[in-house]
């Protein structure tokens, strides 16, 4: 009596990819192809990449001026609310010196986040004047 193993054996399980149509490639395609999602497909890649909203840049707000320093409001629009961010400028020795702030701090208008900016920029000033920039 001899053992053998069988000519053609039949594997105990076998991996598929997963059907085009639940991945994120085919839902893509899905979108591409659907003559009613016109626009959308644009939309979709924007919010999986990072583009643009098509929102205007904001203006630069007027700076505030405190002991001779020129503070800049700039709140950072993040998820629905604004962290606090401002610059903070300064003539010394003939050049231009800035510096840029930036809290964990977060606010619901960015009309609060401006305010408390300049009020954290004008602590950090009379703590550390003109080490600021150094």
Same mark, same amino acid.
């Given at each position: 009596?001899?053992? !053998?193993?069988? +000519?053609?054996?039949?594997?105990?399980? /076998?991996?598929?990819?997963?059907?085009? +149509?639940?991945?994120?490639?085919?839902?893509?395609? =899905?979108?591409?192809?659907?003559?009613?999602? $016109?626009?959308? /497909?644009?939309?979709?890649? $924007?919010?999986?990449? %990072?583009? %643009?909203? %098509?929102?205007?840049?904001?203006? #630069?707000?007027?700076?505030?001026?405190?002991? %001779?320093?020129?503070?800049?409001? =700039?709140?950072? =629009?993040?998820?629905?609310?604004? &962290?606090? !961010?401002? &610059?903070?400028?300064? #003539?010394?020795?003939?050049?231009? $010196?800035?510096?840029?702030?930036? +809290?964990?701090? /977060?606010? !619901?208008?960015?009309? *609060?986040?401006? #305010? *408390? *900016?300049? /009020?954290?920029? $004008?602590?950090?000033?009379?703590?550390?004047?003109?080490?600021?920039? +150094?």
């Amino acid at each position: 009596f001899k053992l !053998s193993a069988p +000519r053609n054996p039949k594997p105990l399980f /076998t991996l598929h990819p997963p059907p085009l +149509r639940h991945s994120l490639l085919g839902a893509i395609i =899905s979108l591409t192809n659907n003559k009613n999602a $016109k626009g959308h /497909t644009m939309s979709l890649l $924007k919010k999986l990449f %990072g583009g %643009g909203n %098509g929102a205007a840049a904001p203006q #630069e707000a007027e700076p505030e001026l405190y002991n %001779g320093f020129k503070i800049f409001p =700039s709140p950072m =629009s993040e998820s629905g609310s604004y &962290r606090l !961010s401002a &610059r903070i400028e300064k #003539e010394v020795g003939g050049e231009l $010196k800035s510096e840029t702030i930036i +809290r964990a701090d /977060t606010f !619901s208008s960015a009309d *609060a986040a401006g #305010e *408390a *900016a300049v /009020t954290k920029a $004008k602590l950090l000033i009379d703590q550390m004047g003109d080490k600021l920039f +150094r």
